[in-house]
Nanobody, 119 residues
Framework: QVQLSESGGGLVQAGGSLRLSCVAS????????MGWYRQAPGKQRELVTT?????MTRYADSVKGRFTISRDKNTVYLQMNNLKPEDTAVYYC???????????????WGKGTLVTVSS
């Protein structure tokens, strides 16, 4: 009913930049927070950044000052600057979606987009 589709991943050299996008579509009444998580090979998925409906943002310490999250309605962006090899991971978009009625709010996830940073 709700789909999240990420794009913008790829291969970049250390110090470079990438911009990820994620569009939420489907039976959406409203979206609360949206965000990005990442999972590096052999590691657990970790929070990168979130943005609430009112615009409040939260960042992992490892990306503060380098990554910027922004949102336009049902689309969330992640501008990644000064990328480092340790940023290599699959990046997942997530959204807290209310589909209306008595369904409550549920978290939805995209399938992920791979970001590879070469040294």
């Amino acid at each position: 009913q709700v789909q999240l589709s990420e794009s913008g991943g790829g291969l970049v050299q250390a110090g470079g930049s990438l911009r990820l996008s994620c569009v939420a579509s489907g039976s959406i009444f409203s979206i609360n927070a949206m965000g990005w998580y990442r999972q590096a090979p052999g590691k657990q998925r970790e929070l990168v950044t979130t943005i609430a409906t009112g615009g409040m943002t939260r960042y992992a310490d490892s990306v503060k000052g380098r990554f910027t999250i922004s949102r336009d309605k049902n689309t969330v962006y992640l501008q990644m600057n000064n990328l480092k090899p340790e940023d290599t991971a699959v990046y997942y978009c997530t959204a807290e979606v209310y589909i209306g009625g008595t369904s409550g709010v549920r978290d939805y996830w995209g399938k992920g987009t791979l970001v590879t940073v070469s040294s």
